[in-house]
């Protein structure tokens, strides 16, 4: 069907012009009736934020979304363009999606008065209509408001007249989504700029003053510790958010599993196979789990999901590394995979002052710590007792990256003990690799419980009876 492509076809169309946190009001109130989630792509948050989040957008107030770095508030945030109406029309050659009905700049109210009915129309697609800043301090009042384009200037117009403005991003963003990331690393005479806008709807450039009367629905994020009395932000900027919606981290380990099932890389390469075992994934989200609320690690900074997303996809290529060393067509993660988190952890989180030169130990510990007590979800501990026994009257078992997958699947034949939990943890069908992985994590989660003694010598261990 053609949309309208003057005013007066758009009059006729019976087309009405409503506010934009009106439309998201409608779109938003629409789905919540059809039982459809307004973000499907954000997890963990069912219960929590996304009350929060309904009611701020049904009430139709600007929002700040408080919460460390990884809690999904730019995701949030972009997808808020989803809720508005999928065409919107504007006057033809409008920079700033000026409404037909109601027009804001000198381009567009000169054409209508000018042209009446026959005004032409353009349509702008919702994805067109969301505008993003992130913060900083060199951020000026001409990113984000405009300036005066000396090329308009030099082309013979005074700066006294609108047509010479150079638009910034909040004005472009009329009648759409506008997004300040970290907010309060705004200096304070553009958050006042800003404030003039969005509140007293006009801004002065170079001396000459400007009617703006913008419809914009504002979001921002920021960090909690910044986001005080004791913070850069104004308190009348502050006081121009109607709802405070707090983020948080996954809060147990099947969300972030499933978080990282999500937006982990899928490892590609010809003739293999990835797969990767259950506890495995337990193991790298326990361990995020584990280091927010780790004394030793900086809660201050905050540790993100993508540390769960990184030290699963580094583990998955210390894996692939392994199999194509070694000529296997299938890459199953294990124990000793394990030993690559450092590179991907480190990076991710801060390490308390106090704790200086003890880096290494400290992620050493989280991993340890963290294949323990998946070991103990997993496995049930009547099973492990024939294992601790069969493995007194056998030689020492040794696994490392160079042993292949084949030399577990004997072990499993020469050791029936280990039947159970291998099944419990891999299924009753499982494929050598996986094999392997459940070997690794009983013997591994053994020696943790102190029933198995471990040597261990370069990438190598040898696991034997106490």
């Known amino acids: 069907m053609s949309k309208p492509a003057t005013l007066g076809e758009l009059r006729s169309s019976g087309w009405e012009s409503v506010p934009v946190k009106t439309e998201v009001r409608r779109n938003a109130a629409a ?14 948050y069912e219960d929590t934020v996304f009350p929060q989040l309904e009611n701020a957008l049904l009430a139709g107030h600007d929002i700040i979304f408080l919460g460390e770095r990884g809690q999904a508030k730019t995701r949030m945030i ?15 050659g409008s920079e700033i999606n000026d409404d037909p009905y109601n027009p804001v700049s000198a381009h567009a109210r000169s054409l209508v008065e000018e042209m009446g009915a026959d005004t032409p129309i353009d349509w702008v697609h919702r994805s067109a209509r969301f505008g993003e800043k992130l913060a900083t301090p060199d951020t000026s009042i001409a990113d984000l408001i405009g300036e005066v384009d000396p090329i308009k200037v030099a082309e013979g117009r005074y700066l006294s007249d609108e047509f010479t403005l ?54 921002a994020s920021a960090n909690p510790e910044d986001y005080t009395n004791r913070g850069r932000l104004i308190t009348p900027l502050k006081d121009r958010f109607g709802s405070q919606v707090r983020t948080h981290y996954p809060l147990d380990v099947e969300t972030e599993v499933a978080i990282v099932a999500q937006e982990a890389q899928p490892f590609e390469a010809d003739g293999i196979t990835v797969r990767v075992p259950p506890h495995m994934a337990e ?3 326990t361990l995020s789990q584990l280091a927010r609320n780790s004394a030793h690690i900086s809660q201050r900074s905050g540790v993100s999901v993508r540390l769960s997303v990184s030290n699963h996809e580094v583990m998955v290529a210390n894996a692939a590394r392994r199999a194509l060393a070694t000529g296997d067509d299938e890459v199953v993660p294990r124990i000793c995979d394990l030993e690559a988190l450092p590179a991907s952890t480190a990076g991710k989180v801060e390490i308390e002052t106090l704790e200086d030169g003890r880096e290494g130990q400290i992620l050493d510990h989280l991993v340890r710590a963290a ?16 294992v601790v026994e069969a493995l007194a009257e056998s030689d020492p ?70």
Request: with cysteine.
């Open 283 to 285: 193991i790298i989200a």
């Open 78 to 92: 972009r997808s808020l363009v989803d809720l508005l109406d999928e065409w919107m029309p504007i006057v033809q």
């Open 397 to 466: 078992v040794e696994t490392g990256e160079d042993i292949a997958s084949g030399d577990y699947t004997d072990l499993l034949e020469a050791t029936p003990a280990l039947r159970a939990p291998v099944a419990e943890l891999v299924g009753a069908e499982p494929t050598p690799g996986e094999v392997a992985s459940a070997i690794e994590l009983v013997l591994e989660g053994l020696h943790l419980s102190k029933r198995l003694n471990k040597d261990a010598v370069g990438g190598r261990a040898q696991y034997r009876s106490r």
């Open 31 to 44: 789905r919540i009736a059809a039982g459809e989630r307004l973000f499907p792509e954000v997890l963990g």
């Open 166 to 219: 150079h638009y910034g991003l909040v004005p472009r963003t009329n009648r759409g989504v506008f997004a300040i990331n970290e907010l309060p690393d705004l200096a304070e005479r553009i958050q006042v700029g800003l404030l003039n806008v969005l509140e007293e709807r006009d801004v002065q450039i170079r001396g000459y003053k400007v009617n703006l009367p913008l419809d914009l629905l504002l979001v």
């Open 371 to 386: 294949i323990l007590e998946t070991f103990r979800e997993c496995v049930t501990p009547q099973q492990l007792t024939a």
